[in-house]
């Protein structure tokens, strides 16, 4: 008869403890390489990393149908973005890293202990016995590498179909600041990385809410609108100083990359506020995940 009692909370450092079978190594139970296949074979992974991909077809493609409007007063992100393929990359980023990399990044750790327990496999990852702790990190781990590679996997491609559509020219900032191709590119992706760090807030929420529910949906759109949420009251400046504790106060400060000399205080402040937010969050995580019952 099959012992679920590593399903029940309570219990787990009691069967640690005692004599474990002879081939049994909870070290090495759950590797990262197969929770990696796993995931890389859902659907939900392949249609994610598509439409990332895919977006900044999707944007030259508008950008050509559209007509060219009368010249305003002064410039902005949309007027520069076919100046040239590191402008129409950033462009991109902007236009994705508010919304399309939140939902991103809630997917992926929002989605990854949530749905198995909507499948009912949770308990029987837990029944083999695999660590709740290790479970959780293996798990973590994977979905930041998923996150990751969408996040920078973005401004690459838009780097590649901007550059084929509007050559390699210099990288021009609204403020009329510019900078070679290469440079351009290499600070865009620096604040891919920024981006990042940056929603790990996010993904330490998804994971949170992941763990205390069975609908992936819900626990994705949990931190969706958590994000949300931030955003429109980063936006009342009669909130003055308190908006300085939201946890996207300084989502944007990796555009001071495009500057010639670059201001490294704003997304300082970022990744500590992104990272505080996380500690917290994912603490909060494995602390819930570490006392629920597992029995659906």
């Avoid at 010249?71 to 402008?87: C, E, F, Y």
């Avoid at 990399?101 to 029987?124: C, H, K, M, N, P």
């Avoid at 210099?170 to 290499?186: D, I, K, Q, R």
């Avoid at 996010?202 to 763990?211: G, K, P, T, Y």
């Amino acid at each position: 008869m099959t012992d679920n009692r590593s399903t029940v909370t309570g219990t787990v450092g009691a069967l640690a403890a005692g004599p474990p079978p002879s081939q049994y190594r909870p070290g090495r139970t759950l590797p990262l390489r197969v929770e990696l296949v796993r995931q890389l074979k859902r659907r939900r992974t392949q249609v994610t990393f598509g439409l990332v991909a895919l977006l900044p077809v999707i944007l030259w493609i508008a950008f050509a149908l559209a007509p060219d409007g009368p010249p305003t007063g002064s410039l902005n992100l949309v007027d520069l973005a076919k100046a040239g393929g590191a402008n129409f990359a950033v462009f991109a980023q902007f236009a994705s890293a508010s919304f399309l990399l939140v939902v991103v990044v809630a997917l992926f750790f929002g989605d990854t202990v949530a749905a198995e327990a909507s499948w009912s496999s949770l308990r029987y990852l837990l029944a083999a016995p695999i660590p709740r702790a290790r479970l959780l990190r293996q798990k973590a781990v994977v979905a930041a590498g998923l996150s990751l590679a969408a996040i920078l996997a973005l401004p690459l491609v838009a780097l590649l179909v901007g550059g084929l559509a509007y050559g390699t020219g210099n990288l021009v900032s609204p403020t009329g600041e510019s900078l070679p191709f290469w440079t351009g590119a290499g600070r865009l992706l620096i604040g891919a990385l920024y981006v990042a760090v940056q929603l790990s807030w996010v993904a330490a929420l998804a994971l949170l809410l992941s763990v205390s529910t069975d609908a992936p949906l819900g626990a994705v759109g949990g931190a969706v609108m958590a994000s949300i949420v931030s955003q429109i009251l980063n936006q009342i400046t009669a909130l003055e100083d308190l908006r300085d504790v939201l946890p996207t106060r300084y989502a944007t400060a990796w555009s001071d990359l495009l500057a010639t000399d670059v201001d490294w205080g704003g997304m300082t402040r970022g990744v500590f506020s992104s990272l505080t937010w996380a500690l917290v969050l994912g603490a909060a995580a494995v602390y819930r995940f570490g006392r629920k019952d597992v029995t659906s």
